[in-house]
């Protein structure tokens, strides 16, 4: 048995929350090199067409020697970096291993390499969340896709896209005749058993006062304006004279054919609405297929991270100084990344709704 679609506003909701998702990636991408005050001077550095090296050899007055008030104005002025005394210093600090006030060439190359290692981690981020970013687009396209077609099912059967429809049209009710020819239609009443049931007293004709009853044997309810009008549809289509019994044969048949018509056009729009339900099921197994290739992907970069992160050397940094935190969202546990694409247990599809 095939599983139920998904409703239209599931999937909508899906695509919607992706590619919120996805631009959340690309904004965070661009202010990765804002994250920590390393980040921000490599950044700097890089917009000056420089190399740290040459960069930190412009701020020393004396070379071979780095004070803190040569790194402030560096900051400041040369990189217009906007950062308090306590940051710097803070920053200073971390690199001042001796404590003895001011850079030497050691320490003055170990800034270097901090600088140059936070350009190189802040670019490989940036990358990787415009990675994530463009992998979860292409979902929510696919689910935009999905849940248009799902909502059109949706629309042509007035209920869950694998709902039978109600009746022709939602846009008005049915008209007393159309719902005299749904009746027939429904109960496969044949010429044969109408006659048998509205001419009983085998005079062939039926009068306004045996219209009401054939409706009664019908369980047809109508108001009297309604019965009035679809007398008055009977009398022309059968040609009857005003005032004159119908013919109740002619009525039969003029019923029976509009019943059959009414079959052509049902069987039609199951034939139609049956295909629409294939090509959903279609694009929902295609929108499974990305999740999972996206899900996959971004599980394997998580991996990476984390492998990457284990092995590298941790420098402290003036971020860890003023106490405040900096962590890649591919390595944290709540990152974005990881929490916006779970991987898929061996034989599952990635999560719809």
């Known amino acids: 048995m095939k599983s139920p679609l998904p409703s239209a506003a599931s999937l909508l909701s899906l695509a919607s929350a992706n590619m919120a998702e996805a631009a959340k990636l690309e904004t965070k991408a661009e202010s990765v090199h804002e994250q920590s005050l390393e980040r921000q001077i490599g950044a700097a550095i890089v917009a000056l067409n420089k190399s740290p090296a040459e960069a930190i050899r412009e701020w020393q007055a004396s070379q071979g020697k780095l004070t803190p008030i040569e790194l402030r104005q560096a900051v400041r002025n040369r990189l217009k970096i906007r950062a308090d005394n306590k940051a710097i210093d803070a920053m200073f600090a971390s690199l001042d291993t001796n404590h003895?006030?001011?850079?030497?060439?050691?320490?003055?190359?170990?800034?270097?390499?901090?600088?140059?290692?936070?350009?190189?981690?802040?670019?490989?981020e940036a990358e990787q969340l415009k990675e994530a970013a463009s992998l979860l687009r292409p979902v929510a396209e696919q689910a935009k896709i999905a849940g248009e077609a799902v909502a059109l099912i949706e629309l042509r059967t007035g209920a869950g896209g694998d709902s039978e429809p109600e009746c022709e049209t939602a846009e008005a009710p049915p008209s007393l005749k159309q719902r005299v020819v749904l009746t027939v239609l429904e109960a496969g009443l044949s010429s044969d058993k109408l006659m048998s049931m509205w001419d009983k007293d085998r005079k062939g004709t039926m009068t306004s006062k045996q219209l009401i009853q054939a409706l009664r044997d019908l369980k047809v309810q109508a108001m009297d304006a309604e019965i009035a009008e679809l007398h008055s549809e009977l009398a022309a289509t059968t040609n009857a004279s005003q005032g004159a019994p119908l013919s109740t044969k002619l009525v039969v048949r003029h019923l029976l054919d509009l019943a059959k018509a009414e079959g052509v056009r049902n069987k039609?729009?199951?034939?139609?609405?049956?295909?629409?339900?294939?090509d959903a099921r279609q694009l929902i197994r295609e929108l499974e297929e990305a999740q999972l290739k996206c899900a996959g992907a971004l599980v394997v970069d998580l991996?990476?991270?984390?492998?990457?992160?284990?092995?590298?050397?941790?420098h402290p940094s003036a971020d860890s100084a003023t106490g405040s935190e900096h962590?890649?969202?591919?390595?944290?546990?709540?990152?974005?990344?990881?929490?916006?694409?779970?991987?898929?247990?061996?034989g599952q599809a990635a999560p719809l709704w």
Do not use: C, H, W, Y
Request: aromatic share 2%; charged share 30%; glycine share 8%.
């Open 268 to 278: 039609e729009r199951e034939g139609e609405l049956k295909r629409m339900r294939k």
């Open 303 to 314: 991996a990476a991270a984390q492998v990457g992160l284990e092995s590298k050397d941790v």
């Open 100 to 124: 003895s006030g001011a850079l030497d060439a050691a320490q003055i190359q170990a800034a270097v390499k901090r600088f140059s290692k936070a350009t190189k981690d802040a670019n490989k």
């Open 327 to 346: 962590s890649s969202p591919l390595s944290s546990p709540g990152g974005t990344i990881q929490s916006s694409a779970r991987k898929p247990q061996p």
